[in-house]
């Protein structure tokens, strides 16, 4: 089902620098220029998407389970392939989020070195580190932003009700939290508890098991404490 085994990085690009055993990305040795990362960058976005759509040929997820309600493995899944592949992407998230801190620690760099520099070659300089930063953004892509919460239920009435959260829902961004920094869900509480009757954008994939597609919807939601029940959200999430 889906790719063969040996062929699961076909749709890669050569794989180029990886992290190490503590899981921080490793620069190449030597000078390292920020176009140096910021191709890097790319590249790992690239393999992200590829092994993505890996997963889409199985039609499962990072979270899709792999064994039968009496913990056997499911027949109809090519388990090894799933499994390699997940760990793949996993390596890759550890890749990408040390690249990003270098990228942003670079030009960051790069803007004290062009303040010292004579005037016209600092406007120069500086134009070309503006330009640099509009295309890098420090914000993770959106084609890699992973799930890494889901809806467990939510209470007729409440403020995540009114919002439109459903069950089953996976949280992908809350505010400005998303996988890399939500800290076992630690920050959403914070989030919440801090923006009390204000509004918090939260982009949500919502799975239709009858035609088996996949919806991605962005919801507003209002933290408060006067709608009747427990909380300020009134559902439960699970981190994934």
Request: charged letters at 20%.
């Amino acid at each position: 089902m889906g790719l063969r085994m040996d062929d699961i990085n076909t749709p890669t690009v050569p794989s180029g620098p990886t992290s190490t055993s503590n899981g921080i990305y490793k620069a190449p040795q030597g000078k390292v220029q920020l176009l140096d990362l910021i191709s890097e960058k790319e590249r790992v976005e690239s393999e992200l998407r590829a092994l993505s759509s890996v997963l889409d040929s199985h039609g499962v997820n990072m979270n899709t389970g792999l064994t039968t309600f009496d913990g056997f493995p499911r027949n109809d899944l090519d388990i090894a392939q799933i499994r390699t592949t997940r760990a793949r992407i996993i390596h890759l998230r550890n890749d990408y989020k040390g690249l990003m801190s270098q990228i942003e620690t670079g030009l960051h760099a790069h803007h004290a070195s062009a303040a010292q520099v004579t005037p016209t070659s600092a406007s120069a300089s500086l134009s070309q580190v503006s330009e640099l930063s509009r295309n890098t953004s420090t914000a993770v892509p959106e084609h890699i932003r992973v799930p890494f919460a889901k809806v467990n239920s939510v209470v007729t009435g409440s403020p995540a009700d009114e919002a439109g959260l459903k069950a089953g829902d996976e949280i992908r961004q809350f505010g400005d939290i998303n996988w890399m920094n939500h800290e076992k869900l630690a920050r959403v509480a914070e989030k919440v508890q801090r923006n009390q009757g204000r509004t918090i954008v939260v982009k949500v994939v919502r799975h239709s098991p009858a035609d088996d597609t996949r919806e991605e919807l962005q919801l507003q939601l209002v933290p408060r404490s006067d709608w009747g029940g427990r909380g300020l959200l009134g559902c439960h999430l699970l981190s994934v």
